[in-house]
Every structure is written in C-alpha cells, then in structure tokens.
C-alpha cells in the first residue's frame, strides 16, 4: 500500500476536492477518501493534484531544433531539410541519450505516459543494424530509464513524396515494404509500462496499397493506429490530384480510421473529412505549439469536437514541453479563429491531456483519479508567481500555470519527481544540452 494525501485534488464528477487521501496497490489506485487529516505515514502533495498528462505526439529527436528554427526556414518543407540533417546524425546510442534526457524533461513537466511518433529506424543509408529494433529499443529504454510509460508508434515510411522515391536522410525510414515493416515490429515486445503501436507517416509517405497493409496489420496487432493528416495544404492538393481523394477519404478507403486510430494535426479538412472522422470514432491529435511554430495554420478543433471527435493533445516537435500549454492553446486558438471566447471548458481541456491522450495511446485504465485506475498524478504550485492568488481551481491549472509550476509527478504509484528535482536523472538541462551538444559536434 502506497498513500498520498493530497492539499486539493481534480476528482471526476466532483471537482477540486480538499484533504484527500489516495490509496494504491501495485500501481494502480484502491481507494479514495476526502477531508481526511494528514496521516503520518502518507505522501504529502501540496498544491492542487491533477491526473498524469498523456503526450499522445512525440518526435524526440526534434527537440534538439529548439532555439534553432525559429527564425527560419520560412516554410514547413524548409525546416523538413534542417529536421532531416540532425537526423542523419543519430545512432542508438546518442538516441538514446537524447530521448532519456527528452523524456525527463517531459517528466519534469507533468508527463506519465508518451506517444513516440518513431520513424528513424535504420543507419545511413537504410541500412539494417544487426539488430533492425535497435533505434526503437533505444528509445524503449530511455523512458524506462527516467520512469514514464511509453507507446512506441513504429512508423511506415516508404515513400519521399506522392509516386517518390526514398532519398537521401529518408532512406533511414524505410523498410522496403509494409509487410517487412510489419514483420519487424512484430519482433517488438510489450512491457508493463511500454506498448506497441502502428502508424502510417502519412498518405505521401505510404502509398495506398501498402497503407491497406498497415491498417490490417495494426487491427491483427491489436495496436493503436496514428498517422500525420492534412498538415499542409500543399498535401492536400497533391493526394487530390493523384487520387482524386482527400487524405481523410483515403485513409478511410484503406481502413486507417478506427475507434482504435488519431489523426495527428488535422488542420486542413473539409466537412465531409470531419463527418469521415466522426462516423469511423476516429481521434484527432493537436499539437497547438508545434502547428504555430512551423506555420501550420489553426485547425478545426471546436467543429470536430461538435461532432464527437475526441481530442488529445501532443508536444510533437517540442517547441516547447509543456502539456499545461498545448491545452490552453487548444481554447487559445479556437478563440482567435472564430473570436468567440469559451469553446473548450478547463475540464474539457484536461480530459484531452489525461483521459483522452492515454485512450489514443492504447492505455485504457490511466488519466483519471479514480478506483481501478493506474496512480498517475502530477502536483500544481498554487503559490508561484502565476498561480498566486488564483485559487485552488482547475482554471488556475489549465489558464495560468505552465510546466515549471509542476512540483510532484507519481507514475504507476512510482514517485518520480519530487519538488521539482527528477528522481532518477540528477540533472535534466546538463543532460540536455550535453546530448544534443554530442550529435551536433
């Protein structure tokens, strides 16, 4: 029996409750009680307590362009080339010091659970290492490592372009064909704290017949299925001239849109694309920070949620690492697009970044604080200078705080960071910047 008592604590169908006490065994909460004294053989978490936050769209390797791309290149397809050069870089093992340290940091800033978007599977040149799982372990093994679960979504890579081939960095990606693909992620193992999941790069990566290949494989798998949709215009406009089809329309012709499947971006659909994604139970992934830094534009976020569309919320290319943020640009974003104020409610807002995020990540039983669920919670400062004064509220959480008022983070009743200090990596920045450092020398 592990115990935490809690100053205030976000509880389903409640709210912000006060002095509770949360009860687990093996990871995995037991009971849950209000207004109870400090017992002295529990935990205590100040602050306001709030469910572990699911990054449901990561590319780890991306964070080593933060402070590097921001003035340029001008558009999406030119930092593809600056995103592509690091990428050449990498091998397993500075992949695996540069995710261990990623993935501290999302730790750090709340995060229990990650969705690797993971496509960087072969040496230069495409060639296999003796071990063609090595890049994927490596990553396996860094959030294992800094104590966070992970999805591994192995990604299909095939193709450069709508009818291109593979070149250059991009031969790394490719397997050749979907059923190698399949073949080797099927020599991945599940762990407790780690999964499987599938994704088709997107329609100008996978061309249609092996994208069918994908889908069927992930259904077989049991997996959860992602892809990149309808990002840029410009792919939009390609996959109509060669198909006669949006993406949306393609992806469901093959079978890619499931009660299983998230639709990363989503930004440019028409409304039979929504209608697509609402009648398949298919989930749509935002990633707020990432679609401004690189232009993107502002998706429909509050059109799909009218029609059902679940919602989760990624860092991507970490831009930024701050779950708190993706959230509250969420309503930020719908607000400037339709200058209307209130789309999304706090706890809307935060069921994408718990409930919702871990849903598309293949775990079902994790994001809420609630009997039967995994013990995943993360601590809010209420007495920093954003949050002072604001009160114990789940607005003050979700509209005035950020990453660095994270205080605690329990993941699987494994206390992981405490007062700010990540309890298996002693220095999270120094590991940052040594491991990016490495790759870039």
Same mark, same amino acid.
């Given at each position: 029996?592990?115990? @935490?008592? $809690? ?53 780890? !390797? ?14 999406? @397809? ?7 050069? !690091? ?17 501290? &940091? ?6 229990? $659970? ?21 890049? =994927?372990?490596?990553?396996? %093994? ?12 192995? *990604?299909?890579?095939?193709? =450069?372009?709508?009818?291109? /081939? ?5 031969? %790394? !990606? ?34 249609? /017949? ?12 049991? @997996? ?14 390609? $996959? ?16 890619? #849109? *499931? ?21 398949? =139970?298919?989930?749509? $992934? ?37 779950? #708190?943020? &993706? ?15 209130? %789309? !999304? ?5 935060? %069921? ?8 598309? #990540? ?8 609630? +009997? ?33 008022? +994270? *205080? ?34």
């Amino acid at each position: 029996m592990t115990t @935490w008592w $809690c100053e205030h604590a976000w509880l389903p169908d409640i709210g912000v409750a006060d002095a509770v006490l949360i009860e687990a065994v093996d990871g995995s909460i037991v009971a849950i009680s209000q207004d109870v004294a400090t017992p002295s053989d529990a935990t205590r978490l100040r602050g306001l307590v709030l469910p572990g936050l699911a990054n449901a769209h990561s590319h780890a !390797f991306h964070r080593a362009l933060r402070g590097r791309v921001q003035q340029g290149p001008r558009d999406f @397809w030119a930092w593809r080339d600056v995103m592509y050069d !690091f990428a050449a870089r990498l091998d397993p093992d500075s992949y695996y010091a540069l995710a261990r340290a990623v993935y501290a &940091e999302m730790a750090l800033a709340g995060i229990t $659970c990650v969705g690797e978007f993971h496509y960087l599977h072969h040496a230069p040149g495409g060639v296999r290492y003796d071990n063609p799982n090595a890049m =994927g372990e490596a990553l396996i %093994r860094a959030a294992a490592d800094v104590g966070i679960r992970l999805t591994l979504l192995d *990604t299909c890579y095939l193709a =450069g372009g709508f009818g291109q /081939p593979l070149e250059g960095t991009q031969l %790394r !990606f490719g397997d050749g064909s979907a059923d190698a693909w399949s073949a080797r992620v099927a020599e991945i193992a599940n762990y407790d704290s780690m999964r499987v999941g599938a994704a088709i790069h997107s329609v100008r990566a996978v061309p249609v /017949p092996e994208a069918e290949v994908v889908a069927a494989a992930a259904k077989r798998g049991g @997996w959860p299925l992602h892809m990149h949709l309808s990002e840029q215009p410009a792919e939009n406009e390609q $996959c109509l001239e060669l198909h006669d089809r949006t993406p949306t329309q393609v992806l469901a012709d093959v079978g890619a #849109l *499931t009660a299983t499947s998230t639709a990363v971006h989503a930004t440019h659909l028409t409304g039979t694309d929504i209608a697509l994604l609402s009648e398949t =139970g298919c989930g749509v $992934c935002l990633c707020p920070t990432t679609e401004r830094d690189l232009a993107d534009g502002i998706g429909p976020a509050g059109t799909l949620a009218s029609q059902g569309v679940r919602l989760s919320l990624g860092s991507d290319s970490h831009a930024v690492i701050d779950l #708190l943020e &993706e959230a509250r640009a969420m309503e930020m974003h719908e607000r400037l697009a339709t200058n209307r104020r209130a %789309r !999304f409610e706090a706890s809307t807002l935060l %069921r994408a970044a718990t409930v919702d995020g871990n849903r598309a #990540l293949g775990w079902q039983d994790a994001g809420a604080i609630s +009997v039967g669920m995994r013990a995943d919670l993360m601590a809010i400062d209420l007495e920093s200078v954003r949050t002072a004064g604001a009160g114990a509220t789940l607005e003050t959480a979700l509209f005035a705080a950020t990453a660095a008022d +994270v *205080t605690d983070v329990v993941v699987d009743g494994r206390h992981v960071v405490r007062d700010r200090r990540h309890l298996l990596v002693d220095d999270v920045p120094r590991e940052l910047a040594t491991s990016i450092g490495a790759v870039l020398s």
